[in-house]
């Protein structure tokens, strides 16, 4: 089935640092969502966008819907240890059903 | 409260033995999905419904049923031909009304098969 690409697995970073993760595919989507999730729990939404080149903030977490619709970027400024989790970003295809297709997430890890 | 509640949250089984997953919202929402994850897999979706009386599978539904008999509820039967159920399984929601498909999630369910 059809692929997003989120690497790397993990990342490790220091409290306080801004962290930066990208999404990519071959395909083009119509919108795009990143969602957090803690461990033993479900995903929680936490960006939504929905045009080519939007850029959307949410706190200290800004995303961008990528110019070409083959991307997304989420960026993490000032982390604090409870940015803790998997971040997951998830795409929709033209024509997708109501489908949506999910990377495999990336585990971030921030040392106080 | 609105949201996706989902239960038990743990949930262990014998192998041989069909197991129904609980998965309820009060959103009002049209859609429900039904996904798999596995450590380091990140989300498969199972089964996902539309519309009452209506669902589709998704990428890995082999040993797995749905139903779809009230717009609120759409409970997930593992059955004993799934060959590895031990697993996180998560249940989601969206509002069809807008095409931009947000998917809201429940807490989880982790099954086990002793």
């Known amino acids: 089935g059809q692929q997003l690409n989120q690497s790397p697995q993990s990342m490790f970073i220091q409290e306080g640092e801004d962290v930066s993760m990208n999404c990519t595919s071959s395909?083009?989507?119509?919108?795009w969502l990143w969602y957090k999730q803690d461990p033993g729990e479900g995903p929680v939404l936490l960006i939504a966008?929905?045009?080519?080149?939007e850029l959307t903030s949410n706190g200290r977490l800004t995303a961008q819907f990528g110019i070409t619709r083959k991307d997304s970027f989420l960026n993490i400024s000032a982390s604090i240890p409870s940015d803790v989790g998997i971040y997951f970003c998830?795409?929709?295809?033209?024509?997708?059903?109501?489908?949506?297709?999910f990377g495999k997430g990336i585990t971030l890890s921030v040392r106080p | 409260d609105g949201g996706i509640t989902q239960s038990p949250k743990y949930l262990f089984r014998k192998e041989g033995q069909n197991v129904t997953l609980s998965c309820e919202q009060n959103?009002?929402?049209?859609?429900m999905y039904w996904y798999r994850q596995d450590p380091g897999q990140g989300l498969r979706l199972i089964y996902y419904?539309?519309?009452?009386?209506?669902?589709q599978k998704g990428d890995i539904a082999e040993g797995y049923s749905v139903s779809r008999e009230k717009k609120e509820s759409f409970p997930l039967t593992v059955t004993s031909a799934q060959k590895n159920p031990t697993a996180f399984y998560l249940c989601?929601?969206?509002?069809?009304?807008?095409?931009?498909?947000?998917?809201?999630f429940g807490p989880g369910t982790r099954l086990t098969v002793l």
């Open positions: 395909s083009i989507f119509n919108t």
């Open positions: 989601a929601s969206s509002n069809l009304a807008n095409s931009y498909n947000e998917q809201f």
């Open positions: 998830a795409g929709q295809l033209s024509g997708a059903n109501s489908k949506l297709t």
């Open positions: 419904s539309q519309i009452v009386n209506d669902f």
């Open positions: 966008l929905y045009k080519a080149g």
């Open positions: 959103l009002n929402h049209d859609a």
